[in-house]
């Protein structure tokens, strides 16, 4: 469900996504993580023409290194080695609809200088492929990072920036919204509620107080994983909130080190597989790494696994 409370919120979800929904045209969504820019990209895909076709989001940062290309458009049987069969990419998968490539920031420059082509020329060629495949995706591509920086860096490619930038959309961090956390507060504790197949429960003024006191460096994202985890601590009518928030992911005004860089980067990719390390949606997958390598750097950070199997610093056994 859409928030849109506070001025900068109701501009971009009752003036810019309408407009720009009508158009065919590319749109770049930028803002912090967890601001909710798929929530934004869903909502042109479901106000566009094209809101009865596909709507598929691929995370860029995501994908196996080597794999870009093949995910993204696709192979044919015999590219490499373990392509024993043809594979459509998600731009094939999404057509007629519209494809949010997510953290666009991380996308390799081979692979950017493909996504041109087909911003430019609307087609692909499959990984292995001798000829051009039409196909007609509405892209709408998102970053966190600065890609004016990184243009200048050369790390990412002049050209592909000002194709994305056709229709840029800004979204501001939560803690510039403020007028909008009570009623996120309201949407996300009936969400959750819901999922959990009970009453949802009062939020306190006192609650409120703290969630306020907040600067949320996470965002919504980081506001829906502490009411969720509250929830779960909560058996009463009352919503109480499980730990402190100032404590969040990271002391403020200190940068993280590289150590505590790696470990909440792996802790994430076993979260988000469920505890899995090995096969195509395991962690090691998921942060490009071999399973043997990501358990190596899991015991020398002392990470366990969080799925109630054998730990991190097991061997192959239990859940792979």
Not at 76 to 91: C, Q, S
Not at 234 to 258: C, I, W
């Amino acid at each position: 469900e859409v928030v849109a409370r506070g001025p900068a919120m109701r501009a971009i979800f009752l003036e810019m996504v309408p407009l720009v929904a009508r158009q065919d045209t590319t749109v770049l969504v930028r803002g912090e993580t967890g601001t909710g820019k798929e929530v934004i990209a869903r909502r042109i895909h479901a106000l566009s023409r094209r809101a009865e076709r596909p709507f598929l989001a691929v995370n860029c940062g995501a994908l196996p290194e080597g794999l870009v290309e093949s995910a993204l458009f696709g192979h044919e049987r015999g590219a490499f080695t373990g392509a024993a069969a043809r594979h459509l990419g998600t731009f094939e998968r999404a057509s007629g609809g519209t494809l949010l490539l997510d953290e666009i920031g991380e996308l390799p420059r081979a692979a950017q200088a493909k996504l041109l082509r087909v911003l430019q020329e609307g087609e692909i060629e499959r990984v292995g492929g001798e000829g051009a495949v039409r196909v007609s995706v509405r892209v709408i591509a998102a970053t966190h990072r600065p890609l004016e920086a990184m243009v200048a860096s050369g790390a990412f490619r002049e050209d592909l920036y000002y194709r994305l930038q056709v229709f840029p959309i800004v979204v501001p961090p939560l803690r510039e919204r403020p007028e909008d956390l009570e009623p996120l507060t309201r949407v996300i504790v009936e969400k959750v509620a819901a999922s959990f197949g009970r009453r949802p429960p009062r939020v306190s003024a006192e609650a409120m107080a703290r969630l306020r006191a907040h600067d949320w460096p996470g965002n919504v994202r980081e506001l829906e994983n502490v009411i969720e985890r509250s929830m779960v601590m909560s058996t009463g009518d009352e919503l109480v909130l499980s730990a402190p928030l100032a404590a969040a992911p990271r002391a403020a005004g200190r940068a993280m080190t590289y150590r505590e860089a790696a470990q909440r980067c792996i802790e994430d990719a076993l979260r988000a597989s469920g505890g899995k390390i090995y096969g195509e949606d395991g962690a090691a997958a998921a942060l490009g790494l071999k399973p043997t390598t990501l358990q190596s750097k899991m015991r020398k950070l002392g990470i366990r696994r969080e799925d109630g199997g054998n730990g991190g610093n097991g061997g192959n056994g239990g859940n792979r």
